[in-house]
């Protein structure tokens, strides 16, 4: 499977954005999709994690109740919905895919190139 994530961009604190990660190849929905991001000079982390059929999700705390990840197995499509954005969700952000639903990064094999997020205060 290969990975393509759009819709970043800049916006104010309390402002909405949506991510989209179109992915290309067979099996998408054996696939857990994980949506994950760097901030300059941080270590990439995790953000959240849908399962392959989409009937579990999970968030990181710092974003938990604002943003919310769901997929389409028809369009091959995983989408983060951010809403309430804060100037500190400001990172690359980037969706993965694993063939474990999972937290760690290490479970996640296949990558995006990454779409920039910038909200300003």
């Known amino acids: 499977v290969q990975l393509q994530a759009s819709g970043g961009g800049l916006v104010q604190a309390g402002d909405s954005l949506r991510l989209s990660c179109a992915a290309s190849g067979r099996s998408f929905s054996s696939y857990a999709m994980g949506w994950f991001r760097q901030a300059p000079g941080k270590e990439r982390e995790f953000v959240a994690t849908i399962s392959g059929r989409g009937g579990s999700t999970y968030y990181a705390s710092s974003v938990k109740g604002r943003f919310t990840i769901s997929r389409d197995n028809i369009k091959n499509t995983v989408v983060l919905q951010m809403d309430s954005l804060k100037p500190e969700d400001t990172a690359v952000y980037y969706c993965?895919?694993?063939?474990?639903?999972?937290?760690?990064?290490?479970?996640?094999?296949?990558w995006g190139q990454g779409t920039l997020v910038t909200v300003s205060s």
């Open positions: 993965a895919a694993g063939s474990l639903y999972s937290l760690n990064i290490r479970d996640y094999s296949t």
